[in-house]
């Protein structure tokens, strides 16, 4: 298995509401990611999970709360969200930790495309 | 913080002909990673370079990392509709964390 998926693939929610993003791994891989893509704009970092633990937030707004509950599984909380989050939510991993090496590449996954209203 | 440069922004060609992109840093990388991103999907990793003047194929598609380690490069030979997409240079911007270039954007015309 060699996938990373996400679910669900399109959501739409209200600024009110609380919805969870799902990104599953089954590759052995130690290290996950999420990216939030805007239209025409590469990918940009959010969190990444190393060993199931919050190795790094790139200062993301606190209605988005990240949690690893075990090593194949990642999910992303939303609480109040705003229209300007709207964007395809992307989740990657890698083998390990050490570094952008041979063995290490960032694989992704589909994406949720996530519409704010 | 560390940018890639990467060229052309958008390709509009005819099926059959070659395509070249490429990418440029101020500072030195490492890795060179290429991705390719269809409509509505997550980027699928082409190819990885991990050695100064290393040139690695993947079927139609060739890339190479600089010399300089500064730039990196990719060919796709008789393109076909299904290389429609945005491709998208990467590389390390610190440990765990990648570096994006702006992509390009290909159309291919039947």
């Known amino acids: 298995d060699t996938e990373v998926t996400q679910t669900p693939k399109h959501l739409v929610m209200g600024m009110t509401n609380k919805k969870s993003l799902k990104c599953e791994q089954h590759m052995g891989h130690r290290a996950m990611y999420w990216y939030k893509q805007k239209a025409k704009k590469p990918p940009e970092l959010m969190f990444v999970?190393?060993?199931?633990?919050?190795?790094i937030n790139e200062s993301v707004p606190s209605r988005f709360s990240p949690e690893c509950p075990n090593s194949s599984l990642l999910n992303l909380h939303l609480h109040a969200l705003q229209p300007e989050d709207s964007a395809l939510y992307l989740c990657a991993s890698s083998q390990g930790v050490g570094g952008l090496v041979k063995g290490n590449e960032q694989f992704f996954g589909p994406g949720t495309r996530l519409t704010v209203l | 913080g560390q940018q890639l440069n990467q060229s052309p922004q958008s390709m509009f060609i005819q099926e059959g002909e070659d395509v070249s992109m490429n990418c440029t840093s101020s500072s030195i990388f490492n890795t060179w990673l290429w991705y390719k991103q269809d409509p509505g999907e997550g980027p699928v990793l082409l190819i990885a370079?991990?050695?100064?003047?290393e040139l690695t194929s993947n079927g139609r598609l060739t890339a190479q990392f600089g010399i300089t380690r500064k730039d990196s490069f990719l060919n796709i030979s008789a393109s076909i509709p299904s290389d429609v997409g945005i491709y998208f240079c990467?590389?390390?911007?610190?440990?765990?964390?990648?570096?994006f270039g702006q992509g390009t954007r290909l159309t291919i015309n039947p």
């Open positions: 999970y190393s060993y199931e633990k919050l190795s």
């Open positions: 990467a590389g390390r911007g610190g440990a765990q964390k990648l570096v």
């Open positions: 370079l991990y050695k100064a003047g």
